[in-house]
């Protein structure tokens, strides 16, 4: 398996490769060259009924195995991932644009991710309830059925993981939506499904842009929605899907503090914090994207986090550089606009701002100071490689800024003082908290947002939640 170029890509659909209903093909573009890499079919609302009905035909199947031969299925999925692992990490990156480092990384994240579910197979238990009479009550947990994984396109390996993984193991078949602008990675691994041995019809993947997403959330045969995306997508995604009662889990943006407190290894602090802002390029809903400094340690903290963006070498993702380009260029206007705006709201720039001369969508990691919290530079996602820098002077204030935001994905707070650290790290409204790093985390940590980050949580045990309906049984003893 390798990526051709101007190759045609067709949908995958109960288990064949197949046009859309359309017989149109949309292009995707390498983010770093701008020049096309591919064709991939243009999927419509009669696609996503297909596919829906391929996936509800495969229930009975799928169900009718037990946890731990759909266990044994995501293992041998794992293990082909790990085999195709550079053909994987490839494809990411020429669609995605990220270096080829991080889409290696992506594609064990993968595996791990596979490897994880696949050893919860037999682990997904009821409970027995005291009922103090002549009765036994207890809870089974019973699959959805037909689960709906609509992707963005930041990270669109490790979202179909996290998604597909468990829901799979818990007993549900799958339609899979990548995004427009990186369809290629869920279409490789589609034909990897099958090569795992996975029944046909149990995963589906529908290529195109917002018209098979929004059927997908809108269908009245799918059972529950999962999206990854935008604010406003995910409001749009639980509109269409509370037509039908369909239960969402929305995982969505952030405009995450890192509070950096006076008593801060402040190298540390900036390592963890450019590593947090500048990865792909800042297209990660976990981002750092505030850092809000003691007002003792800021010109200092500055100075280190300048060093830091002023070291990236950018390139063509292939070629693995330390930062790629942005993933398609209406998002590139988009993080350009923001730094514009930035200037007119009165912040500083002190590294970046500008794109690169030369074709692709790069732009120069960029740290802005002077940042105030009522600036829309301060509260919007950039989704872009570009730093905030606050300052503070009480530990009451920098929460307050903190949390001065509608979202509330991650958070961070660097401390030598563990009093303090965790103190702050209770009171930032956000689902993950990192101290002194970022990104942290295993596998089996549940991940997702508090406010308008989302609903429900990914990862870990927490993420069957979503993928699993609670059936309480009561059984009548009574001796007659
Ligand atoms: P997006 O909301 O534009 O699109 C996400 C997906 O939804 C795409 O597949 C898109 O085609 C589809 N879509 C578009 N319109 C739709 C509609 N009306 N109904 C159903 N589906 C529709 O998001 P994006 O720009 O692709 O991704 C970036 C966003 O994702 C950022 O806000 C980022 O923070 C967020 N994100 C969140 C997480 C998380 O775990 N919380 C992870 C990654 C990205």
């Known amino acids: 398996m390798s990526l051709a170029t101007n190759e045609r890509y067709r949908m995958f659909i109960g288990g064949e490769l197949v046009e859309s209903t359309s017989g149109e093909y949309r292009e995707t573009i390498d983010p770093a060259t701008e020049e096309p890499i591919a064709e991939f079919a243009a999927g419509t ?16 199947e799928w169900q009718a195995k037990t946890p731990t031969e759909r266990g044994e299925v995501v293992q041998r999925l794992a293990d082909v991932v790990r085999e195709n692992a550079e053909s994987l990490a490839e494809v990411e990156t020429r669609d995605q644009g990220k270096p080829l480092s991080d ?37 089974v947990r019973e699959p959805y059925g037909v689960s709906a994984q609509i992707i963005p396109w930041n990270a669109p390996l490790n ?33 990897l499904f099958e090569d795992a041995g996975v029944p046909d019809g149990v995963v589906n993947v529908v290529t195109g842009g917002t018209e098979p997403g929004a059927a997908l959330s809108g269908h009245e045969d799918v059972d529950t929605v999962s999206f990854t995306g935008s604010v406003q997508t995910g409001a749009a995604v639980m ?31 900036a390592d963890a914090i450019a590593l947090g802002i500048f990865m792909n390029t800042g297209q990660i809903c976990a981002a750092a994207d505030r850092a809000i400094v003691h007002e003792d340690v800021y010109d200092e903290f500055l100075d280190l986090i300048v060093e830091r963006a002023e070291a990236y070498e950018l390139g063509d993702g292939i070629d693995d550089p330390d930062m790629g380009p942005l993933n398609y260029e209406a998002h590139f206007e988009k ?4 730094i514009d705006l930035g200037v007119e709201e009165g912040a500083t720039i002190e590294t970046g701002g500008e794109a690169l001369d030369r074709e692709g969508y790069f732009v120069e990691p960029t740290v802005f100071s002077d940042v105030e919290t009522d600036m829309r ?87 069957f939640d ?9 059984v009548n003893l009574t001796e007659r």
């Open 45 to 60: 609302s009669e696609d996503v009924d297909r596919a829906v009905a391929a996936a509800r035909d495969a229930l009975p």
């Open 377 to 463: 530079i301060a509260q919007e996602e950039i989704f872009g490689p570009v730093l905030c820098v606050i300052p503070f002077s009480e530990r009451r204030e920098a929460i307050d800024i903190a949390n001065d935001v509608e979202m509330g994905l991650t958070g961070g707070v660097f401390s030598n003082d563990v009093r303090a650290a965790l103190n702050t790290a209770e009171q930032i409204e956000a689902g993950s908290i990192y101290v002194n790093q970022w990104f942290g985390g295993p596998i089996g940590a549940p991940f997702g947002g508090f406010k308008k980050s989302g609903i429900g949580r990914e990862m870990g045990m927490e993420a």
């Open 466 to 474: 979503s993928y699993l309906q609670t059936k309480n049984i009561c």
């Open 103 to 139: 889409s290696r990384g992506a594609v064990e994240g993968l595996a791990q991710t596979l490897e994880y579910y696949a050893g919860a197979a037999g682990k997904l238990e009821g409970k027995s309830i005291p009922t103090g009479g002549e009765e036994v009550d207890f809870t």
């Open 159 to 191: 979202l179909m993981g996290q998604g597909t993984a468990p829901a799979l193991v818990a007993g549900n078949t799958v339609v899979i939506k990548p995004a427009p602008t990186t369809p290629l990675s869920a279409v490789h691994l589609a034909e």
């Open 239 to 269: 509109e269409s899907a509370a037509a039908n009662i369909t239960p969402v889990t929305l995982e969505l943006g952030g405009k995450n503090p890192a509070v950096v407190l006076p008593d801060a290894d402040l190298e540390e602090a």
């Open 335 to 338: 993080v350009m606009d923001y």
